[in-house]
């Protein structure tokens, strides 16, 4: 291969790399997956706390992301985020009417637990008011901890209520014998009877439970079992933010001593509204740990229309700044930056959006900071370049000489930055959180799409250009002493 071919090659390559991206992002019409700040919406940080305040283990976290994920979708927001941060879940939400109303859906404690019942006072009896149930206030939202361990007085919620009348039934209830955890899924479906499993036409609420969820249940209904027919003491409270949601009856069927085996059950004698609302109630609501809201965080959609349109501007100008600089300065030799730093744009850019189809990149106000520093960085691969290219013209050499010279002189200089550029921005990324972490990657991947880019295009286009009588002309390079 010629001394010409090797130098056309690789700027052929750069040139269709980035055109085969910006083809790929134009057929696939590909916009960028923008974060809340430049997109409008609310990010709520939620600390995670175990119920005996031990620190949560990972199988608690992710078990609590994953119900946390299905309680936000359940709720049809689009583009939703739910994610793990620090020790604490920080859930993104984009474009919603209503914020509070999925935050609180999220946020809330809501714990699934069975209890035994132990006592059912009705409003309309003395003891409503007195001992142990006349702390409980049914008008006001539950204020109390619910221990886990200990007896507790709760209110019965009807089903279709988000909260319980003033004058529902207070139920007295013994330590919790399952947690949410302990179930594996419910559903509302029809009743069957007989082998063939024609429906009765009723409707009933089915329960699975996991292995160890299979033992406790049915150690529990086989306690309860014990107690005869219409004993309150026969039934088994369901309970969810401290709020009993249904208090089922052991069935005739259920044998003292023995329970209900095999890790399923039903909860039968309910309404079509009821067993659907039931069934998402205890299997979106097993959630192994309390959440509370550390940090709240809602931006508009103007404002984060606002904040893309002010960080493109910055982009624009400080791009303009670097060109307009490059120019007055090296005058031909700039001309090779311009091409250059917009080669490089085109590569980052397209990559960013490929990669918000691809992996699910989010594009920050953050991100696009890292892209505008990043001009900077590639602005000053050239600079160096051309800096030790002008030194060896002083010095007498030939341009053509020159440039293989001062290439040689500038890359060690080059790869020393851009490593040191590339290793701060893996580390920003790997210790920060947030939107600093699309700062990191932006600015990471700028830098080595930088470097590329300079060992691609940069010393080709210089060599090929030193060939020609135009640039061999010192005051075309901005050199005063011409060769």
Same mark, same amino acid.
């Given at each position: ?14 040139? =269709? ?43 608690? !976290?992710?078990?609590?992301? $994953?119900? &946390?994920?299905? /309680? ?20 993104? %939400? ?5 914020p ?10 809501? *714990?699934?637990?069975?209890r035994? =019942? ?12 007195q001992?142990?149930f006349?702390? &409980? $206030? ?9 221990? %886990? ?7 019965? /919620?009807?089903?279709?209520? $988000? ?18 955890t302990? %179930? ?19 409707? *009933? ?17 086989g ?12 039934? !088994? ?10 208090n ?9 001593? =023995? ?14 509204a ?11 609501? @097993? ?5 509370? &809201? ?11 229309a ?28 700039? #001309? ?22 691809? %992996? ?8 696009? @900071? ?9 602005? $000053? ?17 030939? !341009? ?10 500038? +890359? ?9 550029? +590339?290793?701060?921005?893996? &580390? ?8 600093? /972490? ?10 080595? =799409?930088? +470097? ?11 060599? #090929? ?5 135009? +640039?061999?002309e010192?005051?075309? #390079? ?6």
């Amino acid at each position: 291969m010629s001394g010409t071919r090797r130098l056309v090659l690789p700027l052929v390559i750069v040139i =269709v790399l980035a055109a085969a991206i910006w083809g790929v992002v134009a057929a696939q019409d590909i916009r960028p997956r923008l974060g809340l700040d430049l997109r409008g919406g609310t990010s709520v940080t939620f600390k995670p706390v175990s119920p005996n305040g031990s620190t949560p283990t990972k199988e608690q !976290l992710d078990t609590t992301i $994953d119900i &946390v994920r299905n /309680r936000v979708n359940s709720k049809g927001v689009a583009e939703s985020e739910v994610n793990l941060e620090a020790g604490n879940i920080v859930v993104s %939400i984009p474009d919603v009417q209503n914020p509070d109303e999925v935050i609180k859906a999220v946020g809330t404690t809501a *714990q699934l637990r069975f209890r035994p =019942v132990l006592e059912v006072v009705g409003s309309s009896q003395p003891e409503y008011k007195q001992g142990p149930f006349a702390s &409980v $206030d049914c008008a006001k939202p539950q204020t109390w901890v619910d221990q %886990i361990d200990k007896d507790a007085v709760l209110c019965l /919620r009807d089903p279709g209520q $988000d909260a319980p009348e003033p004058t529902a039934a207070k139920l007295r209830m013994g330590p919790v014998a399952l947690g949410g955890t302990d %179930i594996s899924s419910a559903r509302a479906e029809l009743e069957t009877s007989g082998q063939n499993g024609v429906t009765t036409g009723q409707w *009933q609420t089915a329960l699975k439970l996991s292995g160890a969820g299979g033992k406790k249940f049915a150690a529990i209904t086989g306690k309860l079992a014990c107690n005869p027919q219409g004993d309150p003491k026969r039934q !088994l409270g369901i309970t969810l933010d401290g709020v009993v949601i249904n208090n089922p009856p052991m069935a005739d069927s259920v044998q003292c001593n =023995v329970g209900i085996p095999g890790g399923e059950a039903v909860i039968s004698g309910q309404t079509e509204a009821e067993a659907k609302a039931l069934a998402p109630l205890i299997s979106t609501g @097993a959630l192994p740990l309390s959440l509370t &809201v550390l940090t709240r965080d809602t931006v508009s959609a103007t404002l984060g229309a606002d904040s893309l349109h002010a960080g493109l501007v910055a982009g624009g100008l400080g791009l303009a700044a670097v060109l307009l600089y490059v120019l007055l300065f090296y005058r031909g030799l700039g #001309l090779v930056a311009w091409v250059g730093l917009g080669l490089a744009a085109a590569l980052n850019v397209g990559i960013v959006f490929l990669m918000g189809k691809m %992996i699910g990149f989010t594009l920050t106000l953050a991100g696009i @900071a890292g892209l505008i520093v990043a001009v900077g960085i590639s602005a $000053d691969s050239y600079v160096v370049f051309f800096e030790r290219l002008k030194d060896e013209v002083r010095e007498g050499k030939t !341009l053509r000489a020159s440039v293989d010279r001062g290439w040689q002189r500038s +890359f060690h200089t080059l790869v020393s930055a851009n490593t040191v550029s +590339f290793a701060a921005a893996v &580390v920003l990324y790997l210790l920060a959180i947030g939107p600093v /972490r699309g700062f990191a990657f932006t600015l990471g991947l700028a830098t080595a =799409v930088d +470097f590329f880019c300079a060992w691609m295009f940069g010393r080709p286009a210089v060599s #090929l250009l030193a060939r020609t009588r135009l +640039f061999r002309e010192g005051r075309f #390079l901005g050199i005063r002493a011409a060769v």
